[in-house]
C-alpha cells in the first residue's frame, strides 16, 4: 500500500516562506504526476502544482506562479514544494496526491488515488 506524510506546514506571516516536503512508502513504481493540492473547508480541494515522474516537467495553477517551486528527490521519494512570498490567502490545509498513471491533466483531483493527511499552512497579514 502506497503511503505519503505531509510535514513542514506552518505559521508565517506575508512575504514569508515555507517548504513543505511528502514522503513516500510503499510501492512507488510507475509513471505519475505527484501534485500539491490545497483545500479548505467547505471547498474543493484546488490544484496548486504537480511535477510528471517521466521528465520532471511541472505545472502551476497561476496564483502560484513564480512563488512556488515544486521539486522531487526520487532517492528519497519526497516531493518538495518550496513557497516563497506567501499571502494570507495561501492559507489552507496541503495535501499531497499521485495520480498513476498520469491519464488526466494534473489538476484533475478526482483522478489521484493516493493522498497524505495534510499540512496547515496559516499565512498571517
Known amino acids: 500500500e502506497m503511503k505519503f506524510v505531509e510535514s513542514g506546514g506552518g505559521s508565517v506571516q506575508t512575504g514569508g516562506s515555507l517548504r513543505l516536503s511528502c514522503v513516500a512508502s510503499?510501492?512507488?513504481?510507475?509513471?505519475?504526476?505527484m501534485g500539491w493540492f490545497r483545500q479548505v473547508p467547505g471547498k474543493e480541494r484546488e490544484g496548486v502544482a504537480a511535477?510528471?515522474?517521466?521528465?520532471?516537467?511541472?505545472f502551476y495553477h497561476d496564483s502560484v506562479k513564480g512563488r512556488f517551486t515544486i521539486s522531487r528527490d526520487n532517492a528519497k521519494n519526497t516531493v518538495y514544494l518550496q513557497m516563497n512570498s506567501l499571502k494570507p490567502e495561501d492559507t489552507d490545509m496541503y495535501y499531497c496526491?499521485?495520480?498513476?498513471?498520469?491519464?488526466?491533466?494534473?489538476?484533475?483531483?478526482?483522478?489521484?488515488?493516493?493522498w497524505g493527511q495534510g499540512t496547515q499552512v496559516t499565512v498571517s497579514s
Open positions: 496526491g499521485r495520480q498513476t498513471p498520469p491519464r488526466g491533466f494534473w489538476y484533475e483531483r478526482y483522478r489521484y488515488t493516493y
Open positions: 510503499g510501492y512507488t513504481a510507475g509513471l505519475n504526476y
Open positions: 511535477i510528471y515522474s517521466g521528465d520532471g516537467m511541472t
